[in-house]
């Protein structure tokens, strides 16, 4: 016990301020600990969506498949709308044919690659095919939603003119001078 008191005792203790380095000590791990996580956080999210995408939108693709078939989202006698055509016309090219390509692009690309590379003699066409099939389900998700935002403007068209009369803004009552 005498041992610890002199020991204490031969220590000098510091009461003064904290110093300018001590304070940024504690900052500087800090930033550390943050930079590593956020460099770390990044490298693996770009890694993930860069890989892992596709297949995320393959696997929507083959369930929006599935859940067309179970609903039979195709069949013409079944859309009860104002215009059953344009629906049939928007489910088939829109809903079925993107998702059916991006389906069939993972079976036939892969096939096709192969017969390319046996009949040229070139393997690198075959890498190129397997590399573009596997982002073809990007390649159709992106031009699934942007023919559905191209058509928002001739939906809510199509919802104003279904409107009954009474409801439209309209003002008969003012006359246009000339």
Same mark, same amino acid.
Not at 2 to 8: A, G, P, W
């Given at each position: 016990?005498? &041992?610890?008191?002199?020991?204490?005792? &031969?220590?000098?203790?510091?009461?003064?301020?904290?110093?300018?380095?001590?304070?940024?000590?504690? +900052?500087?791990?800090?930033? #550390?600990?943050?930079?590593?996580?956020?460099?770390?956080?990044?490298?693996?999210?770009?890694?993930?969506?860069?890989? @892992?995408?596709? %297949?995320?939108?393959?696997?929507?693709?083959?369930?929006?498949?599935? +859940?067309?078939?179970?609903?039979?989202?195709?069949?013409? /006698?079944? !859309?009860?709308? =104002? %215009?059953?055509?344009?629906?049939?016309?928007?489910?088939?090219?829109? /809903?079925?044919?993107?998702?059916?390509?991006? @389906?069939?692009?993972?079976? !036939?690309?892969?096939?096709?690659?192969?017969?390319?590379? !046996?009949?040229?003699? /070139?393997? =690198? !066409?075959?890498?190129?095919?397997?590399?573009?099939?596997?982002?073809?389900?990007? +390649?159709?998700?992106?031009?699934?939603?942007? $023919?559905?935002?191209?058509?928002?403007?001739? #939906?809510?068209?199509?919802?104003?003119?279904? #409107?009954?009369?009474?409801? $439209?803004?309209?003002?008969?009552?003012?006359?246009? +001078?000339?």
């Amino acid at each position: 016990m005498e &041992e610890k008191i002199q020991s204490q005792a &031969e220590e000098p203790q510091n009461t003064s301020a904290p110093t300018a380095s001590t304070e940024q000590q504690p +900052e500087k791990e800090s930033f #550390r600990k943050l930079f590593t996580d956020g460099l770390v956080y990044s490298l693996l999210t770009i890694v993930r969506y860069i890989f @892992v995408l596709p %297949w995320d939108l393959w696997k929507r693709a083959v369930i929006n498949m599935g +859940e067309q078939r179970h609903k039979k989202a195709l069949n013409i /006698d079944g !859309i009860t709308g =104002f %215009w059953p055509f344009l629906t049939f016309l928007k489910r088939f090219f829109i /809903d079925f044919l993107l998702d059916a390509c991006s @389906v069939l692009s993972w079976i !036939i690309t892969p096939i096709i690659g192969v017969t390319m590379a !046996i009949v040229i003699g /070139d393997f =690198f !066409i075959f890498v190129v095919s397997i590399f573009s099939a596997y982002y073809m389900p990007v +390649e159709f998700a992106i031009t699934k939603d942007i $023919l559905q935002l191209l058509l928002i403007p001739f #939906r809510k068209f199509l919802s104003w003119g279904s #409107r009954p009369a009474q409801y $439209l803004e309209m003002d008969l009552n003012k006359k246009s +001078e000339k």
